[in-house]
């Protein structure tokens, strides 16, 4: 049997076959990555769920609060959280107007127990404040009730926004969690 061709778009390659193309790729891939591993802090070692590395590589700044990279090797269950604020069940917002401390991750915790995980599993947080400058120092205070301070933090982004979908919200925040497989 003759080794099966392909053509790829926009250029016909005669001669190839797909061993030899994924077999130079895994190589080229691999030769790129290699160095770019050694140059990197494990963040966490022994410490993290065992599909998921924390890595501070050394070209970055050193920050408290988040991590730079986090790999989650998988097979594993990739658990996206949507927006969340400090809303209750009926959808009002919780806490005395402009209680910013009321308004952070019960959301996000109920979110994780619904999928059988907790805060040790969220490898990506971003935050949405109406006041960034305002409540920059409350977001790490209430992060820290709720985070393990033995493990490193999730990567994380903090945004500024004009608006909330509701007018007394100050903050919303959503998650990317990973969990070890069922």
Partial sequence: MAALRFTLPFQTHRGLSRRSILTTGGALLAAGSSSAALAQTVLGAGKTPPHLRFLQPDASSRQAGYSHVVEATVPGRIVYIAGQMGLDGNGNVVGAPGDFKAQAYENIRA???????G?????????????????????????????????????????????????????????VAVLPPR
């Fill in 111 to 117: 979110a994780l127990a619904a999928a059988g995980g």
């Fill in 119 to 175: 805060f040790e599993h969220i490898v990506k947080l971003t935050q949405y404040l109406i006041h960034l400058r305002a409540h920059q120092a409350l977001v790490r205070e209430v992060r820290a009730k709720f985070f393990n301070p033995d493990l490193p933090p999730p990567a994380s982004t903090m945004i500024q926004v004009g608006a909330l979908t509701r007018d007394l919200a100050l903050y919303e925040v959503d998650a």
